[in-house]
């Protein structure tokens, strides 16, 4: 089927910074956080709320999506650009609500759930441009989702202690980013759903293929985001002891950028290779490499802060680049007119694990110590080669 090459990388030019600016809002309540408990008396409990809500928000919107069918039956750009609008208010809404009350975190859970119109739509969009080079397609558009997602600490960083500052300006650039996606073009391997098909989820369950790719999804996803989440606050702790406060929380922001923006660089240098040497063999390398991270960087822990950087670093860059194959391997054994379906149900069961992964680390952090918390993450790339090793068996 012939691709207009031009049209083809316009499209997915305009995808990709939309998802950097509607992804802007994910980690937003982290980020401003150590500002939000300066001002305002904020419980630890809800402190981890207001950014597992948004975790248990995702979960909620991308199983309606995949049980509806939305991605598969209404045009994804127009949905897309809903959702990210629809999200920007709500995110902004913190801004006249009590940060850490039931309110706000009411907002975060909506705001999560319209973000399951915005990442898992976005694949649909771009699985839609091509076969041969899905894993880099794919791999470009995590890429933008994880720099989306690193935004909110550079935008901490610039704001200093202006939390609404911050806020403000992930909040725009969503609604923007929303607007600039009806402005992509669909595919020639887009397909469209005439109606409802409850069966496409039982696909996840009766292919084996998908099945064991959403096992390596799920390992992936418990380390994934409880680092995303709070390796600010864990950077804070550990290079507080090599200087003041103040300059410890500046550097724990720039490097918390850093890291999981790595992983968005390193998503796409790993889909150009995927494409050439398989997915699920790129899948492993990277779980090889963020696991042996993990524990290095729980070795390094409140040491010399320039070991404990590059430690976190190359967890940052080797955390991300398995997620995309993930995804592309289920577009690649699912029938075209699930895709979106499947894709959005396997987010669904990777971010209801990070819901319990996202809470509970502070409060095993605060119990075990940041060092044993870093260790217990490699857990999980461990479970999710296995899976990758039985499926590579099927291929």
């Not at 975060?108 to 649909?124: D, E, H, I, Q, S």
């Not at 996840?204 to 992936?220: D, M, P, S, V």
């Not at 940052?316 to 895709?339: H, T």
């Not at 060092?371 to 993450?377: G, I």
């Amino acid at each position: 089927m012939p691709t207009d090459f031009t049209g083809k990388w316009r499209s997915l030019s305009l995808l990709m910074v939309a998802e950097v600016a509607g992804m802007s809002l994910w980690f937003m309540s982290a980020a401003i956080l150590p500002d939000l408990t300066r001002e305002f008396a904020i419980s630890e409990f809800r402190q981890a709320a207001l950014s597992s809500a948004v975790q248990i928000g995702f979960v909620a919107g991308a199983l309606a999506s995949a049980l509806l069918g939305l991605a598969d039956r209404i045009d994804p750009r127009r949905f897309f650009a809903f959702c990210a609008i629809l999200a920007a208010l709500f995110n902004a809404s913190l801004l006249v609500v009590e940060p850490g009350g039931n309110l706000s975190i009411l907002a975060r859970f909506v705001t999560g759930a319209l973000l399951a119109g915005v990442y898992p739509v976005g694949m649909k969009i771009a699985v839609g441009w091509g076969k041969e080079d899905r894993g880099l397609l794919v791999g470009t558009l995590v890429g933008a989702l994880t720099l989306g997602s690193a935004a909110p600490h550079f935008l901490a960083l610039l704001g200093g202690t202006d939390w609404r500052w911050s806020l403000s300006v992930a909040s725009i650039a969503s609604a923007a980013g929303g607007a600039l996606c009806l402005f992509a073009g669909l595919g020639p391997f887009h397909a469209k759903a005439p109606r409802m098909k409850l069966k496409a989820i039982l696909t996840a369950w009766t292919n084996r293929k998908i099945r064991f790719a959403y096992a390596g999804y799920l390992g992936h996803m418990w380390e994934l985001y409880a680092m995303w989440a709070w390796i600010g606050v864990a950077l804070t702790i550990s290079f507080s002891s090599q200087m003041s406060s103040d300059a410890a929380l500046s550097l724990s922001r720039l490097i918390a950028f850093l890291t999981i923006a790595a992983g968005g660089i390193a998503s796409v240098f790993a889909g150009l290779v995927a494409d050439r040497v398989g997915k699920s063999n790129i899948a492993i390398l990277a779980m090889v490499i963020s696991g042996s991270a993990a524990i290095a960087s729980a070795l390094t822990f409140g040491g010399p802060a320039w070991l404990t950087i590059i430690c976190v670093l190359v967890w940052g860059a080797a955390i991300l680049p398995d997620s995309a194959q993930f995804s592309a391997l289920v577009a690649d054994y699912a029938p075209p007119d699930q895709a979106g379906s499947l894709m959005s149900f396997q987010t669904a069961l990777g971010f209801a694990l990070t819901f319990f992964t996202v809470q509970l680390t502070p409060v095993a952090a605060d119990w075990l110590g940041w060092p044993t918390v870093f260790a217990l993450m490699a857990i999980g790339p461990a479970l999710g080669i296995a899976g990758m090793l039985r499926l590579k068996k099927m291929e």
